[in-house]
């Protein structure tokens, strides 16, 4: 092992405590929903990471996800080229083969995951909405997509009515913006990387564009976090809670009082990783501006709001080779 990837991939390994664990069972239950809040805005504006536990969501239904995960990357290439991404549309949905994505902004190392998204079924089609594409060899996959995202779509609708009341805002605040979101839940696979190279990695440094990410991960681990020194500190499973991040959305509405926090994922363990993550912003015409609760004189509001759909459609326009060769794909919202 060279010493160049050592030090290019090692992080400060810690105890999973430094990234808060928040018991969220008063919030689900809503016997105290202010005491949670105020740990959810705490933990979002030091750390913008934090872990849940006592969510609601079954166990058994994890599980069931990770095996058709599993499978689901299993399959033959030809299979799941049949739903790639490139064939969705504007929907932009579907398998994404490993390296066709580069999450580092700063292009440093290369991605090594392999994807597939999955969204809200509904029959008309417009940018980041409409049916998805599922193979057909593979029937249960869909069935247990859906159940596992109405069970994200539930409980993200908790979280962010305690983001709302830790900014001093109505507990709806952000879910009268949530009428129809856009939303992505994201099976990852991740190939063992080899340690002796280090341009190519699990998923490279980046923050997450969106409202909130819930993710699930395996045993496996591998998942760092940037601090505000630039060290990488290890956010490793912890058994029945989910991770918890929020993304750029949320630092630009906040005034940048609550923290997009840089991650990637490093998979030395020779084993190979799979995860969860579910994605949720705003409704595509939702404007994107200051919060009042986070204007003051120091701190004015940013003159220059935009709508989720703009942010969304300039970035994906980014990511992928066949919506910048074809960008009328998401011009048009119906």
């Not at 005491?35 to 849940?52: L, N």
């Not at 995951?113 to 060899?137: C, H, I, R, W």
């Not at 699930?216 to 912890?238: M, T, Y």
Request: proline fraction near 7%; charge should be negative.
């Amino acid at each position: 092992m060279s010493d160049a990837s050592v030090n290019r991939f090692a992080s400060k390994q810690t105890a999973f405590h430094e990234i808060p664990i928040i018991d969220i069972a008063a919030l689900v239950d809503g016997s105290d929903v202010e005491g949670v809040a105020r740990q959810i805005g705490d933990s979002c504006e030091k750390v913008g990471f934090f872990y849940v536990k006592n969510h609601g969501v079954p166990s058994e239904l994890v599980k069931r996800m990770y095996a058709v995960t599993e499978e689901f990357f299993a399959l033959p290439e030809e299979v799941k080229d049949n739903v790639h991404v490139a064939k969705s549309g504007p929907t932009v949905r579907g398998y994404i083969p490993p390296s066709a994505e580069n999450a580092d902004q700063d292009k440093k190392t290369a991605d090594l995951k392999e994807a597939f998204d999955y969204g809200a079924k509904q029959e008309a089609v417009a940018p980041f909405f409409g049916p998805n594409l599922m193979p057909a060899e593979f029937p249960e996959f869909e069935a247990t997509c859906d159940e596992y995202y109405t069970a994200m779509r539930t409980l993200a609708r908790k979280l962010v009515s305690g983001f709302a009341i830790s900014l001093g805002l109505e507990p709806d605040y952000f879910e009268r913006m949530q009428t129809n979101p856009i939303t992505i839940q994201r099976l990852l696979h991740y190939p063992p990387q080899n340690p002796d190279d280090d341009q190519a990695i699990g998923i490279g440094a980046h923050t997450d564009k969106g409202i909130l990410t819930i993710l699930s991960q395996d045993s496996v681990g591998g998942l760092q976090v940037q601090n505000k020194d630039g060290e990488w500190i290890s956010a490793p499973p912890v058994e029945d809670a989910f991770v918890i991040n929020i993304g750029d959305l949320v630092a630009k509405m906040t005034n940048g009082k609550y923290s997009s926090t840089v991650h990637r994922v490093v998979n030395e363990s020779g084993a190979e990783r799979y995860s969860v993550a579910f994605f949720i912003d705003l409704d595509f015409d939702a404007p994107v501006e200051t919060l009042p609760t986070c204007v003051d004189a120091d701190h004015p509001a940013d003159p220059n709001p935009f709508t989720c759909g703009e942010y969304k459609t300039q970035w994906f326009t980014h990511v992928y080779p066949h919506l910048r060769d074809q960008p009328e794909i998401l011009t048009a919202h119906a």
